[in-house]
């Protein structure tokens, strides 16, 4: 019985960080001086954290779609999608306690761990984003690969360290969500303080 609930509580999770997903990443905007900066990334860091790869999957990919199905501007390419989903896949593996225990052994305490996680998952997502995104321009607007590549690098001084802290500071503070809406991996890495 207890499995077939927290099934219920996963999946009602998943479906909240979809919704939070189209918000923050379409309607939430933050000017800045080279891009616009949305927290779109942070419902799927979210998912990712709690429940693995196949949580930031979900969550990224049917928010890419519901998103630009409500908000697009243009077609729908299913490119990025698949890109979203990568990352997601990425967020997973890299902030869910349960495949990277290693680095908070590494580190002084579960936030510098956390930290440390963050920016590994920020860098692969980047790294994601940037290497296929081009791809998916090109095949639309036939633009060259490496002029939209090196284009898009500059965006990354401000979106890395902005991305890391956001991510480091929310997964921090799932302990304050009731221990029974949380998965097992996540209740024993906070029932020990640090």
């Known amino acids: 019985m207890k499995d077939n609930r927290f099934f219920l509580v996963k999946t009602a999770y998943i479906g909240a960080l979809i919704a939070l997903q189209v918000v923050?990443?379409?309607?939430?905007?933050?000017?800045t001086p080279i891009k616009q900066l949305n927290f779109g990334f942070l419902p799927i860091a979210?998912?990712?954290?709690?429940?693995?790869p196949l949580g930031g999957l979900l969550v990224?990919?049917?928010?890419?779609?519901?998103?630009?199905?409500?908000?697009?501007?243009?077609?729908?390419h299913?490119?990025?999608t698949v890109s979203a989903a990568l990352v997601g896949i990425a967020y997973g593996f890299f902030l869910s306690p349960k495949y990277n225990?290693?680095?908070?052994?590494?580190?002084?305490s579960r936030t510098a761990g956390l930290l440390i996680r963050a920016l590994f998952a920020v860098i692969a997502g980047a790294v994601i984003y940037d290497l296929l995104n081009s791809l998916w321009l090109v095949s639309i607007?036939?633009?060259?690969?490496?002029?939209?590549?090196?284009?898009r690098q500059l965006f990354h001084l401000i979106d890395i360290p902005v991305y890391t802290a956001v991510i480091t500071i929310c997964c921090s503070q799932m302990k304050r969500l009731p221990r029974t809406l949380l998965p097992d991996a996540i209740r024993k890495n906070i029932t020990v303080k640090p």
Do not use: C, H, S
């Not at 979210?46 to 693995?52: H, I, K, P, R």
């Not at 225990?101 to 002084?108: A, N, S, T, V």
């Open 24 to 31: 923050l990443g379409n309607l939430v905007q933050i000017p």
């Open 46 to 52: 979210v998912a990712g954290y709690l429940f693995g």
């Open 60 to 76: 990224a990919a049917f928010g890419d779609v519901i998103g630009t199905l409500l908000f697009g501007t243009g077609a729908y």
């Open 78 to 80: 299913p490119g990025f």
């Open 101 to 108: 225990r290693w680095i908070e052994g590494l580190m002084r």
């Open 141 to 151: 607007i036939g633009k060259g690969y490496l002029a939209i590549l090196v284009g």
